[in-house]
């Protein structure tokens, strides 16, 4: 059975820097197409990083210069990357990965055809 745990995030003062991370069980990393989102109003989630498996990774603007993902296909784990966070990046983060479906740019949080998800994980940004 494909599973995506996380670990990371917490709070941390505006200006500061958290890393997510992301492990898979199940499946290859290598053989999918794996993103990170953050849920807002309702259960929305917009996605804040996309990695595809042809090796690019893009970004919308609100989160560019700011946010880096990585994988490391040897260990199955996926990170997040975010420096120079602000109260706004306050909510929750979850990461998602799909073997042969298509990760959107947004979706209803830990739903989507063919798309499994992280259990979430909580960033607070305080002011």
């Known amino acids: 059975e494909l599973q995506l745990e996380e670990s990371g995030g917490g709070s941390v003062q505006a200006g500061g820097s958290l890393r997510l991370s992301c492990t898979a069980s199940g499946f290859t990393f290598g053989g999918g197409t794996l993103g990170w989102y953050r849920q807002y109003s309702g259960n929305q989630c917009g996605m804040l990083a996309l990695?595809?498996?042809?090796?690019?990774?893009s970004y919308p603007d609100s989160v560019k210069g700011r946010f880096t993902a990585a994988q490391d296909n040897a260990k199955n784990i996926m990170y997040l990357q975010m420096n120079n966070l602000s109260p706004e990046d306050t909510g929750m983060y979850y990461c998602?990965?799909?073997?042969?479906?298509?990760?959107?740019?947004?979706?209803?949080?830990?739903?989507?055809?063919?798309?499994?998800w992280g259990q979430g994980n909580q960033v607070t940004v305080s002011s």
């Open positions: 990695l595809e498996n042809n090796g690019r990774t």
């Open positions: 998602a990965a799909t073997l042969g479906g298509h990760l959107p740019p947004s979706v209803y949080c830990r739903q989507g055809y063919q798309i499994y």
